[in-house]
Every structure is written in structure tokens, then in C-alpha cells.
């Protein structure tokens, strides 16, 4: 840092920052010519006691809404099995369930897909045997 601050301070040494007459007396008169405000303007503080007393009211409110909530009580787990506590007729459902052939498409798909690789591949002979 004292390398830095050498170096700053010659560089502030070699600024010439002098102001003419002519300019300070311009300055001189411009700030004369500005008019002096007074500070008449008071601090709102109508507008901070309201927004205290809406900080405190809405505080007042959660507190109150928290004590009225009742907790919330779980419910105890039940020792036995719900399946245990129905009656055996209720649980044996008849199923009637026939199979579904989806694979017609699948293979009609894949044979069109083995086609065109054939194609491809047939094209790519064709084009190797002419270029070479």
C-alpha cells in the first residue's frame, strides 16, 4: 500500500487544477443568486404512528389467530389391518380380464423399419460401387 499511496500522491502533485478569477467570481455569483430555502417542511409523523399502529395491530391478530387454532391431534394408528377387519366374501372380487393384443402394430412397425434400413443399406452399396 505505500507504493500505492506514492504513486497517488504524485499524481495528485502533478494536476493542475487552478481556477481562473473570472470562474470563481461566476460561482461566487451563481451561489449568491440561488435563493436560500428554509427548512420548513416537518417530518410526517402522523403517517409513522399509523404505520405503527398497523404493525402493532396485525401482530395482535396473528397472535390471536394462533391461540385460537385448535392444535392439530394425530389420530392413532390402528393396531390391526384394515384387510383383517373385512369380512373375507367382500375381498374376493371375480376378475374377467382378457388380454389385449397390442403387439400387431408393434410388429407391423418394426418390419416397415427393417425394410427401409435394407433400402438404406442397399442405396449406400450402390452409391459406395460407383464411387469407387
Same mark, same amino acid.
Given at each position: 500500500?505505500?507504493?500505492?499511496?506514492?504513486?497517488?500522491?504524485?499524481?495528485?502533485?502533478?494536476?493542475?487544477?487552478?481556477?481562473?478569477?473570472?470562474?470563481?467570481?461566476?460561482?461566487?455569483?451563481?451561489?449568491? +443568486? $440561488? #435563493?436560500? *430555502?428554509?427548512?420548513?417542511?416537518?417530518? !410526517? %409523523?402522523?403517517?409513522?404512528?399509523?404505520?405503527?399502529? @398497523?404493525? /402493532?395491530?396485525?401482530?395482535?391478530?396473528?397472535?390471536?389467530?394462533?391461540? +385460537? $387454532? #385448535?392444535? *392439530?391431534?394425530?389420530?392413532?394408528?390402528? !393396531? %390391526?389391518?384394515?384387510?383383517?377387519?373385512?369380512?373375507? @366374501?367382500? /375381498?374376493?372380487?371375480?376378475?374377467?380380464?382378457?388380454?389385449?393384443?397390442?403387439?400387431? #402394430?408393434?410388429?407391423?412397425?418394426?418390419?416397415?423399419?427393417?425394410?427401409?434400413?435394407?433400402?438404406?443399406?442397399?442405396?449406400?452399396?450402390?452409391?459406395?460401387?460407383?464411387?469407387?
Amino acid at each position: 500500500m505505500d507504493r500505492l499511496d506514492e504513486q497517488l500522491r504524485n499524481d495528485a502533485a502533478a494536476i493542475s487544477a487552478d481556477v481562473s478569477v473570472e470562474d470563481k467570481q461566476r460561482l461566487e455569483a451563481m451561489l449568491a +443568486a $440561488t #435563493p436560500q *430555502v428554509p427548512a420548513t417542511r416537518r417530518p !410526517a %409523523t402522523g403517517l409513522r404512528w399509523a404505520a405503527l399502529a @398497523a404493525g /402493532l395491530g396485525s401482530f395482535a391478530l396473528v397472535i390471536l389467530l394462533q391461540d +385460537a $387454532t #385448535p392444535p *392439530v391431534v394425530e389420530a392413532p394408528v390402528a !393396531a %390391526t389391518p384394515v384387510y383383517e377387519s373385512v369380512p373375507p @366374501a367382500l /375381498l374376493t372380487v371375480p376378475l374377467r380380464v382378457e388380454p389385449a393384443d397390442l403387439t400387431e #402394430p408393434l410388429q407391423q412397425e418394426l418390419n416397415a423399419l427393417r425394410a427401409d434400413v435394407a433400402k438404406a443399406r442397399e442405396s449406400i452399396e450402390r452409391d459406395l460401387r460407383v464411387t469407387f
